[in-house]
């Protein structure tokens, strides 16, 4: 009879140390059947509190591109640039059309461009003649034996020719101090009135007041 309650409580004892070993080993157990859930190879995202992504995770940030490629706003307040034509920044001289060959007072080159900043593509020797072909507002225009088109200073020839006469204005006209358009007006003349030409200009008469101002009109002011 007392071997037999030995042997049961020894039964018992072992019992207990199994249940024991058991409760020990399950969360081990447990977590390491966790961890094999997953593959070697995953990569598992940290998550805030929530359960949601970190707001500074990739994942956050919505991309209009699926691709893969990084996606950049557009620059605001950018517009894009117009280059100026070359040939809108070259502007054509004005030209009041002329006829004459005047005779060169002096020495003086002949500009391919009404300023004298432009190309010399020519000289002008003292005592020949040049044909005039135009006026601009500060330079003559010249044709040059060459075929050439350039660019005097009226002070280089003898712009007048001296002549003497007087006559009858058949329409009324302003007296510029030179002799073409771009003139400033100094008096004024009326039809029928006498005037006394003392020179003739290109496409203008220089004439000679009572006061003794002088100035050129158009001879469209005798006609």
Known sequence: MVHRDFRSARIAALGAVVVVTLAFSAPSFAAGAAEEDVPSTSIVPAEGPSGAAPVNSPSSVTSPSTSGKTWMPPPKGLKPVHHASSRNSVREPEIE??????????????????????????????????????????????????????YIDPAAVELAKPTDKVFVLTHDASVLDKPNRWGKKVAEVHQS???????????????RMKNGLEGYIPTTALE
């Open 97 to 150: 059309p002329a006829q004459a060959r005047l005779k060169v007072l002096t020495d003086s080159p002949v500009y391919s461009a009404p300023a004298k900043s432009s190309k010399h593509i020519e000289q002008l020797t003292s005592g020949k003649f040049v044909e005039v072909t135009g006026s601009t507002h500060y330079y003559l225009q010249v044709k040059l034996k060459s075929g050439q088109t350039g």
């Open 193 to 207: 009135h006498n005037v006394h030409i003392v020179g003739l200009a290109l496409n203008y008469m220089k004439i």
